[in-house]
């Protein structure tokens, strides 16, 4: 039988999991733990609930920076005017997350430190260059979202470390966009995803990043992709080239979901699906 300890703040928290070691484990929404448990997943001997922190619940964005909180729900996410102006990426995964039920217990703590290939939350941070803030027994640090997600369950995080929040940069004409490709629209989970985020600059793209999900043990950056759109008016040519270069940068797997193949020529297309749902015109 698990114990269950219930701290009011993350250095609570903190000192509960260094005192108790690999026998704790954290739980925010449950919503991940919950179904691994039901698949049949050995339950630690003490539990670690999130759910009294008052801490980590606040989206804020101030001097240009942008600050989420562990625990925010993506309910809470889907609904912040906020997130839609600075990250409209992470904003629209949001929205399309899970059901209501869901967005309303998940945390974006949860959904990273999960750190499923499938995890929507992942590619929007990607494309923002995140940084995942960890405070642990012997004090806060600082890691960039790619060095923190290692593979398929597996993080950067120490035993006794949480996830309390997530910075990015708010950089002023910066539009970004999600797109993630499903069996349906909604209560599905992610066979390929896309993330973008550039400027345009009289038609030219600027600063571009693109990433994939769910097509690799975590996300992957196109660089490939990237380059080929970086200082261009996106035309019908290059955007081929770079359907071409993200469907060679994705490494995916035949599972229950979907083929490999299948996979891989979506990864292409959501090029050509990005731009549009960015409003670019290609041409
Ligand atoms: C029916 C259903 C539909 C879903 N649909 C989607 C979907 O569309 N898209 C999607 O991306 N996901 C989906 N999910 C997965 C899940 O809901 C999300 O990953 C959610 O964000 C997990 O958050 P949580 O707070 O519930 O995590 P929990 O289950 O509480 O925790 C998940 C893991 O993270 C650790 N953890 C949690 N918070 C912290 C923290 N602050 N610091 C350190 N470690 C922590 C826990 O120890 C655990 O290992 C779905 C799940 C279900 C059951």
Not at 248 to 272: F, H, K, M, N
């Amino acid at each position: 039988m698990s114990r269950i300890l219930r701290p009011a703040s993350f250095s609570q928290a903190v000192a509960m999991l260094a005192e108790h070691g690999q026998a704790a484990r954290p739980i925010a929404g449950g919503t991940d733990t919950l179904t691994r448990l039901n698949a049949g997943a050995a339950p630690p001997s003490l539990w670690v609930d999130l759910s009294a922190v008052r801490q980590g619940r606040d989206i804020r964005v101030q001097d240009g920076a942008l600050r989420i909180g562990a625990l925010v729900s993506f309910q809470d996410m889907a609904g912040s005017a906020a997130l839609a102006a600075a990250l409209p990426a992470l904003h629209q995964a949001a929205n399309i997350m899970g059901s209501l039920q869901i967005r309303t217990r998940g945390t974006l703590g949860g959904n990273l430190c999960n750190a499923s290939p499938a995890g929507d939350a992942i590619p929007p941070l990607v494309v923002a260059d995140a940084l995942v803030e960890l405070l642990g027994s012997t004090g806060s640090r600082m890691l960039s979202i790619q060095d923190f997600l290692l593979g398929p369950g597996q993080t950067a995080r120490r035993p006794d470390e949480l996830l309390v929040a997530v910075h990015c940069a708010v950089v002023p004409g910066t539009v970004s966009a999600f797109v993630r490709v499903g069996a349906r629209a909604h209560h599905v989970i992610t066979k390929a995803s896309a993330a973008m985020a550039c400027r345009v600059d009289r038609g030219i793209l600027r600063d571009v990043r693109f990433a994939l999900g769910s097509v690799g043990p975590t996300v992957i950056r196109a660089p490939r992709v990237e380059a080929l759109l970086e200082g261009h008016t996106p035309t019908a040519q290059r955007v081929a080239q770079a359907a071409l270069a993200s469907a060679a940068a994705a490494r995916p797997i035949d599972d229950v979901r979907s083929t490999a193949a299948y996979r891989r020529e979506v990864c292409g297309e959501l090029v050509g699906i990005m731009l549009e749902k960015l409003g670019l015109q290609v041409g």
